[in-house]
């Protein structure tokens, strides 16, 4: 059982930078991965960051070099988080509201989720790029 909560959107420029945040919290002793997804109007969702149970980062092609996922643990017990999302220099396509997500991994997967496997969201958090 995991809650998640994000915070931070807004408004930015083209060539600009903006941090949006997610609050998690974790009810159970278990390990998830997490992931920050957002859905363009008129397209289907689309992952942006991920970070597996075992700490590797992965982001989609679009936001490589851009884009930066962080995750800092907040309590002794493993069970707060904040995932952060830095974006840089972002172009008006990166418009959309902005998701964070939870997921256990699949057995034998190595600690990896598919986008599949998130059943856990917040509400989002609206990014809206301007020139």
């Known amino acids: 059982q995991v809650q998640l909560a994000e915070s931070g959107g807004g408004s930015v420029q083209i060539g600009g930078s903006l941090r949006v945040s997610c609050s998690v919290i974790?009810?159970?002793?278990?390990?998830?991965?997490l992931a920050w997804f957002r859905q363009v109007l008129g397209k289907k969702r689309e992952g942006v960051a991920s970070?597996?149970?075992?700490?590797?980062?992965?982001?989609?092609?679009?936001v490589k070099g851009r884009f930066t996922l962080s995750k800092v643990t907040l309590s002794g017990d493993g069970r707060k988080y904040n995932l952060f999302l830095d974006i840089e220099s972002p172009t008006p396509d990166a418009t959309a509201p902005y998701y964070c997500?939870?997921?256990?991994?699949?057995?034998?997967?190595?600690?990896?989720?598919?986008?599949?496997?998130?059943?856990?969201w917040g509400q989002g958090t609206q990014v809206t790029v301007s020139s």
């Open positions: 997500a939870a997921a256990r991994p699949s057995i034998g997967s190595g600690g990896y989720c598919s986008a599949d496997d998130y059943t856990y």
């Open positions: 974790v009810f159970d002793n278990k390990n998830y991965c």
């Open positions: 970070i597996s149970s075992v700490g590797r980062r992965i982001y989609a092609d679009s």
